[in-house]
C-alpha cells in the first residue's frame, strides 16, 4: 500500500508554469504506476498523465502532449508534473493516483487505481 501526498499547487497566470509533486508518504512506488487526474468544476475527472515506475515510459492526454512533463525521482520516491503555457481550461484539482496491476490500455481510467491523494488545486487567472 502507498498513501500519496500531493503538493505545488496554487494560483497561476495564464501561459506561466507550475510543478505539482506526488510523494508517497508511506510505503514505495515501485512497481507502481503512477499518474495525474484532474477535476474541474462541473465536470468529469480526466486523466493528464502518467508513469511506469519503474521503467519511466510516460503517458499524457492529447490535450497535455508538448505542454506537459511527468518525471520520477526514485530516491525521493516523488513524481512531477510540470505544466508550461497554462491555460484557463487547466484550472482543476489536480489528483494523483497510484496502481500496481495496471495494463497501458487501462493508464487513463480513473477507476483503475486504486490509491488516491487529497487533490491540490490549481487555479489559472487569464
Known amino acids: 500500500q502507498v498513501q500519496l501526498v500531493e503538493s505545488g499547487g496554487g494560483l497561476v497566470d495564464a501561459g506561466g508554469s507550475l510543478r505539482l509533486s506526488c510523494a508517497a508518504s508511506e510505503g514505495s512506488f515501485n512497481g507502481y504506476t503512477v499518474g495525474w487526474f484532474r477535476r474541474a468544476p462541473g465536470k468529469e475527472r480526466e486523466f493528464v498523465a502518467a508513469?511506469?515506475?519503474?521503467?519511466?515510459?510516460?503517458y499524457y492526454a492529447d490535450s497535455m502532449k508538448g505542454r506537459s512533463t511527468i518525471t520520477r525521482d526514485k530516491a525521493k520516491n516523488t513524481m512531477y508534473l510540470q505544466i508550461d503555457s497554462l491555460k484557463a481550461e487547466d484550472t482543476a484539482v489536480y489528483y494523483c493516483?497510484?496502481?500496481?496491476?495496471?495494463?497501458?490500455?487501462?493508464?487513463?481510467?480513473?477507476?483503475?487505481?486504486?490509491?488516491w491523494g487529497q487533490g491540490t488545486q490549481v487555479t489559472v487567472s487569464s
Open positions: 493516483a497510484a496502481d500496481s496491476h495496471l495494463i497501458q490500455s487501462s493508464l487513463s481510467v480513473a477507476g483503475q487505481y486504486d490509491y
Open positions: 508513469i511506469k515506475w519503474r521503467s519511466g515510459h510516460t
